[in-house]
């Protein structure tokens, strides 16, 4: 990055053109005091990029958006870089292809691809290098990894059971589904039967907690059947994305590196509870 | 202890004074003969038969008094620069009270110093840290227009630092502007300077006397941890109807006065507005969108012989933008003042009571091109009751006032306004003793409470004292406790955004705080010369400095400075050079630094030459750089990343990133010549002035502030020819 200093926006010539024996005395005594008006607001650092990316467990493609540091605003354009990601487990390194696109408001910048899917749990170290002088951007970015799903015990007010399920994440976890696969006992094929549960979790100690009401649930669920058909309840799942509370921070420059990842969490209803739903419990069977 | 204090001063003063109540009193008012201006600070001094000497300067009003006077034959003597002397005797008897009115004429010899020896009866306060500006030191400075104004010669006084031409920021022995109470006839103003730099709100026709304090001021003024200016404004004329008016590239003003009631009823009306902003491009081939204005009122009334009613309103308006890019950040101010004054001075007494209430309003909103837009109120109302005893070797005062404070401010006008009131109650008690041998003392102590923010009530001892060794030598000091419960919050970091929202301290936070010492010395060898040096040092604890993302930090300071001051008046020559020395340093918890108003060195060369109709003025000013931050460089902010976010194609917030350390880069030096030649004809009913002057006639690039995210380096004032006009009918 250039550090020219900036001089005066009009280049104005600084003494004027007036050549009397007044100015030649302004202009020594100037001089004689040393007053430059010469201004360099910059200093010398070592951050180089401005790293903005996801790490999306859900996704085969990852995206990187890479700014060199400049002088001015808008002036980042395409960048010469090399960006590569680092799975620290297996020392496995892939380089990222770069890609021009056009922003918003028309003007180009510079994306940074990889086809791979990150594993979740894993820590992946991206690393943006400026091929002129070997200076670096890096980000180490952590995937969560699954956390436990806790389920307490099923609360039944007369025939009415809902059962509250804590997942055990530092952060929030986002677009929670509960998925029930059941089959109607005289089939063979189960189906499948997502209900999104669109509330906030509630924060506790532990975790994120949330009500699933299995009597609501399965009452819509046995609706989608004849009447007075025998049902088995195979498999209970809680779907969730966990994000990282806080956008990994990147060290040689700003930036924030965001992770995703999408978790299915199965936990176990006692028999009892699933007869009181009206289902037949064939939990584990498939 | 503390609630009973103010009670037990009045009860010491009641008992004491009925002792000196037996005694003579003399007072009065000293005026001009020619216009009958009140003259501040005229030396008046009573020479006993006995040998015995007293001496005091007139106040704000002109007025002075003696009492506890034994009888016997007093010689009165009353001097004033650019007036003849006066002089009389007076047989003064048992309980006589006596009042003399003292109307000085002109000097022939305006130019040249009148000097009366005196011995060394200090007639006068101590001059530590105080600097006394008259109108004729303010029509000294050149400048781009006739007006005159108060701004410029503050600039060139050695403790003074300016950031330029542009914002109207004055930074006084390392406070910053917030840190400096202004008052106009006893009002604050929040913002008391323009837009451009060379203008405040107190054009030089409208001042009387104006008192700078640059630091150890007395226990009468406080809310502050700097300054004090103190303006007084003169009365219009109760004799003859006056005005002028002036024509400029840069403003335009007219001036009104004249009798109500003769010899009873004045008013002076001022009006000043901008006109750069129309004809800049024509003139210095730059824009300069700055606009700016102030108009003021005043009505006095004699309500007896030895007691006036005053009525003052100010008004200023502000709007530009200080890169001084029309496209830019937008900032306006305005500052609503309006106040009433009783005075009464009694023949029966040596007392003088004088009662003040006072509303002032500011407002002022900034609307950055890139970030949300701000609104910053603030409101007050107040009064204040003082009492001044005059007794045979002292004077003692003492008041109590309150104000009510509001504040309304937002940092996004489209999220809600924040409201905070407070209220303000203040008492003060300090005496001026003349000790003989030219020795006076004066302590102090100032009590301040904020009842709806709980704290303590604040206790403020101060001290000022002076030894006028001999006629040609004056020692002073002062020492002093300040502290400061309303802030003016402004970014540290940016010189370019004037914003400044004011609100109370923060509850949890403790009140910032301010020790003064000042150690001085002028030397008088010739009666023309005049050298005065003067060293002083704050130390600054709590104090909150805004700075950028980092929000308000809690930080304590040490300031140290050496101000000298040498004036050679000679008619037709009337020379002043001043150079200060200032080390300011900040620390907070995480870094120590030099605040940015931190100019080391300044050095300042005003002279002028009057013979005849002709007026020739110059200023040259120079001083070193200024601490700023520096920048690592800019990127497009994208905000957290995540799924739903568009973090590949957005434009991004322009950004800048600072270095971590704020304040380790230092501006260039700033230099400037300005000078001006002025010729006066006489029109028989009126004068007509004609001026010629050039602002930074070498044309410096003086630095002003960089834009980083257009990358565009802002310089203060370019070489600026002015012709100006003005038709004075006096």
Known sequence: MSKESVDRKDGRDRMGGNRSPLFLFLLLFSVATGCSDRF??????????????????????QFMRVQPITERAGDAGTVDARVTSTD???????????????????????????????????????????????????????????????????????????QLLTIESMGPPSALAVTYTVRPVDTEEPVRFEVAYDEQPVPSETGFGLIVNLSGDVGVILSSFEENTEVELLDLEMGYDLTNERPTPVIGGPGQIGVAARFMSGWRLAPEFVETLGLVDAQGAE | MLRVLPALVLCALCLALPAQAQRAVLSGAVTDAEDGQELVGVNVILNREDGQQFGRATDGDGRFAFGGLLPGRYAVTATFLGYDAYADTLDLAFGDRVMLDIALA???????????????????SSPAGLVQLRPADLAVIPSPDLSG???????????????????????????????????????????????????????????????????????????????VIDVKT????????????????????????????????????????????????????????????????????????????????LRTTDAGTIS?????????????????????????????????????????????????????????????????????????????????????????????????????????????????????????LRLQTFPAQQRDISLEPRLRASWTASPKLTLSSAFGLYRQEIIGLNDERDIGDVF???????????????????????????????????????????????????????????????????????????????????????????????PPHDRRHRLNLVGEFRRGPWRLATRWQLASGRPFTRLIGVFDDLGPPDAGSDFLTAEGTPTAIPETTPFRGLTPAYYRLDVSAERDFDLGLAVLTLQASVINTTDRANFFYYDALRADRIDQFPLIPSLGLRVAFE
């Open chain 1, 88 to 162: 620290l487990a297996t020392s496995e390194t892939i380089v990222w292809r770069d890609s021009l696109v056009q922003l918003d408001e028309g003007v180009p910048g510079t994306v940074f691809l990889a086809d791979f899917q990150p594993f979740v749990g894993r820590v992946y170290r991206i690393e943006a290098t400026r091929p002129a002088d070997g200076a670096t951007t890096t980000a180490e970015v952590r995937l969560p990894a699954e956390p436990t799903l806790r389920p307490e015990k099923p609360d039944v007010f007369n025939t009415l059971v809902s």
């Open chain 2, 500 to 594: 400044t929202a004011w609100a109370s301290i923060p509850q949890n936070e403790p009140t910032p705080r301010a020790l003064h010492a000042i150690l001085g010395a002028e030397v008088r060898p010739t009666s023309s010369f005049a050298l005065g040096v003067e060293g002083y040092a704050k130390q600054l604890d709590a104090m909150q400095v805004l700075l950028a993302d980092r929000g308000l930090v809690r930080s304590n300071g040490e300031v140290f400075g050496l101000d000298v001051r040498a004036s050679w008046r000679r008619a037709p020559f009337n020379l002043l050079a001043t150079y200060g020395y200032s080390a300011s340093t900040y620390r907070n918890a995480r870094e120590e630094y030099r």
């Open chain 1, 40 to 61: 360099d607001p910059f200093v010398e650092s070592d951050q180089t990029f401005a790293l903005y990316g996801l790490l999306d467990a859900r996704q085969g493609t």
């Open chain 2, 106 to 124: 002109p000097s022939e010899t305006a130019m040249e110093t009148v000097t009366v020896e005196t011995e060394r009866t200090a007639a006068t």
């Open chain 2, 234 to 313: 003169r009365n219009g004329s109760k004799q003859r109807f006056g005005g002028s008016a002036s024509l400029a590239p840069f403003l335009t003003s007219v001036r009104v006065e004249g009798p109500i009631v003769p010899d009873e009823a004045s008013f002076v009306l001022s009006v000043r507005e901008s006109v750069v902003e129309r004809v800049a491009e024509q003139v210095v081939g730059e824009a300069l969108p700055y606009r700016f204005g102030d108009a003021f009122g005043k009505l006095h009334f004699f309500t007896g012989p030895a007691s006036f009613v005053s009525l003052t309103g």
């Open chain 2, 149 to 227: 104004d108060l701004a410029g010669v503050l600039t060139v006084q050695p403790g003074i630092t300016t950031i330029g031409d542009r914002g109207g920021q004055l930074y006084i022995r390392g406070g910053t502007p917030t840190q400096n109470l202004v008052l106009i006839d006893g009002m604050r103003l929040f913002q008391p300077f323009h837009i451009v730099g060379f203008y405040s709100a107190f054009p030089a026709e409208i001042v009387q006397q104006a008192d700078i304090y640059a630091g150890g001021f007395g226990a009468r003024y406080g809310g502050r941890i700097s300054s």
């Open chain 2, 324 to 444: 001084g890019l029309e496209d830019q950040t937008r900032i306006d101010w305005t500052n609503e003042a309006l106040g009433g004054r009783f005075f009464y001075l009694p023949t029966s007494l040596a007392a003088a009571l004088d009662v003040t209430v006072n509303y002032a309003a500011y407002r002022s909103s900034f609307a950055p091109d890139r970030a949300p837009a701000r609104d910053a109120d603030v409101k007050s109302f107040g009064g204040q009751f003082a009492l001044a005893y005059f007794l045979e070797r002292a004077d003692v005062r003492l008041g109590f006032g309150g104000q009510t404070l509001q504040f309304d401010y937002t940092f996004n006008r489209r999220g809600p306004v924040r409201r905070e009131r407070t209220t303000e109650g203040t008492f003060f008690v300090e005496a001026d003793f003349d000790l003989g041998r030219g020795v006076r003392v004066e302590p102090g």
